[in-house]
């Protein structure tokens, strides 16, 4: 069965060396052609109207299994052609987001627009501010005590004479020495508050390390990213040498120009493309993701309605 093989529009503008862009698709259709006149004839052969000395087998093996072959090595060859074009077009087609951003700038950016940095910036204050409270209730007090009463005369309670009263004042006074709770308190709130400024500093160079790293890897990645690109050319390229030396005429002499590693090579090559693609594909992928994960950890993610980002 024969079938034509369209070709696809990301080739068209790859497809050089032609003045028309589905040159591709005429060779593909030249060749079915060719196939359809071959089994046209092998069709209407008929050994006993001819009357040739030809016997069945003999037709068959001069029309049939001689041209076969070459006509679909020739097909093979316009195919694979369009499918290492469609490969060059497509890593091509690719583009990724340029992350223009240092480490300076992506913790001064951190420090203003995370949530969690800035809990952590409240929790260390709020230590703080308890120093200054139980440093209050330690501090020493000194009061004032006025006391008196009034007596009556006789049996009546409203006559009353300040002969009979008493007036009572004096100072009273709190030294901090003797406040052993308040004391206790001071010390653990001096306590907590160290524990919270190394658990925020702790905090900050966490950020800052996974900060910095995510933006090396970032650029390795986009090293990475353009390097698979040429490496699919280079197996492109090997993939083309390999098929033109199936193709090869041999030399005078010999009955035949490949070797014996021939086939092995063109098969190493077409797994070795495979291979770099993938690898182009989870450059490409693993960009992606730590792109996104700096633009969270930055505290710069938008969401849209949906939950996509923005």
């Known amino acids: 069965e024969t079938a034509s093989i369209p070709v696809a529009d990301d080739l068209r503008f790859v497809l050089d060396g032609a003045d028309n862009p589905l040159a591709y698709t005429k060779q593909l259709a030249a060749q079915e052609q060719r196939l359809n006149e071959l089994v046209a004839r092998v069709e209407a052969f008929d050994p006993a109207a001819k009357g040739e000395v030809f016997t ?33 077009a497509r890593s091509n087609a690719i583009e990724i987001d340029a992350v223009e951003i240092n480490g ?38 000194l009061d004032l005590v006025f ?31 003797v406040r052993l709770r308040e004391r206790n308190d001071y ?11 190394r658990s925020f500093y702790q905090f900050e160079d966490e950020i800052d390390r996974s900060l910095r790293q995510t933006i090396r890897n970032i650029n390795q990645d986009k090293i990475l990213f353009e390097l698979n690109r040429r490496s699919i050319e ?16 041999p030399r005078p002499g010999q009955s035949s120009a490949l070797s014996d590693t021939t086939a092995r090579d063109l098969t190493q090559a077409i797994n070795g493309l495979t291979n770099v693609q993938n690898q182009y594909l989870n450059a ?13 950890d930055l505290g710069t993610m938008e969401l849209d309605q949906f939950g996509e980002w923005v």
């Open 56 to 88: 069945t087998r003999e037709m068959l093996n001069n029309e049939l299994v001689k041209q076969t072959p070459d006509l679909l090595n020739e097909i093979g060859g316009v195919v694979l052609e369009m499918l290492l074009l469609q490969a060059s």
């Open 284 to 296: 490409w992928v693993e960009y992606e993701v730590l792109r996104r994960g700096l633009d969270f």
């Open 104 to 141: 300076v700038e992506a913790i001064a950016t951190a420090r203003c627009l995370r949530r969690d940095w800035m809990n952590a910036r409240a929790a260390l204050v709020d230590s703080w501010r308890a120093i200054e409270f139980f440093a209050d209730q330690l501090e020493s007090q």
């Open 187 to 197: 010390r653990q709130a001096l306590i907590q508050y160290q524990q919270a400024r």
């Open 234 to 249: 280079v197996s492109i390229r090997a993939v083309e040498l390999s098929r033109a030396r199936l193709n090869e005429v």
């Open 147 to 177: 006391a008196g009463e009034v007596g009556n005369v006789g049996d009546n309670p409203f006559r009353l004479r300040y002969e009979t009263g008493q007036l009572r004042a004096g100072v009273r006074f709190d030294a901090p020495i």
